[in-house]
């Protein structure tokens, strides 16, 4: 049984990252995508996004409600953000 060179590990490396970001690059969604996902939402053919300090979070707006997502945030995510800030904002306000 032979070991790995410590070269041929890091190809394999390499070569395995370059994968795992082809996949993840497949499974993002457009903002177009998003929207649709969203559209029983009132407001969300509107939907707009920008990303957050240095990049490294999204920010999804729907007429005046904005959250904050991570970067690979789903349409899932963005509605449970959503949800969870409207909960917020009412209790607050009792």
Known sequence: MSLLSENEFNWIAAELACELNSIRRQERMSINAIRKALEHIPGAKNLTMRYGLGGRTQIFTINDEEVE?????????IEAALE???KVQRLSTQ
């Not at 997502?69 to 995510?77: E, I, K, L, N, S």
């Open 69 to 77: 997502v991570g970067p690979d945030a789903t349409a899932a995510d």
């Open 84 to 86: 969870s800030k409207k």
